[in-house]
């Protein structure tokens, strides 16, 4: 079993920047790939970054690239996602997940779910 709690999501300006906090716990953890989804409302649920259990396997997807970083601390308990250069587009729930693998998170069927944190992107 593994569970998984965000935090730092909330209100930033366009073009400001935001790290969001994915804490993790399970014993096996480490040998899970992390990743950060993200959903607005009445729209899809989009995969935003993922990274590998060797770290060696980084995914963005094209809408965040270049404006996002995904990382994890030495043990892998905590997984970070870092934006910036916000967009209201980026206003969404961002939930982090883990799997056993990437990419896409295992087709964005992801084995462990957290409970999600809200950013919103202000015009």
């Known amino acids: 079993q593994v569970t998984l709690v965000e935090s730092g999501g909330g209100l930033v300006q366009t073009g400001g920047s935001l790290t969001l906090s994915c804490a993790a716990s399970?014993?096996?953890?480490?040998?899970?790939?992390m990743g950060w989804f993200r959903q607005a409302p009445g729209k899809e649920r989009e995969l935003v970054a993922a990274?590998?259990?060797?770290?060696?396997?980084?995914y963005y997807s094209d809408s965040v690239k270049g404006r996002c970083t995904i990382s994890r601390d030495s043990a892998k308990i905590t997984v970070y996602l870092q934006l910036k250069s916000l967009r209201p587009e980026d206003t969404a729930v961002y939930s982090c997940?883990?799997?056993?693998?990437?990419?896409?998170?295992?087709?964005?069927?992801?084995?462990?779910w957290g409970q999600g944190t809200q950013v919103t992107v202000s015009s």
């Open positions: 997940a883990a799997a056993r693998g990437v990419p896409e998170l295992r087709n964005g069927r992801p084995d462990y």
């Open positions: 399970g014993r096996t953890i480490s040998e899970y790939a």
């Open positions: 990274k590998s259990w060797s770290d060696l396997i980084t």
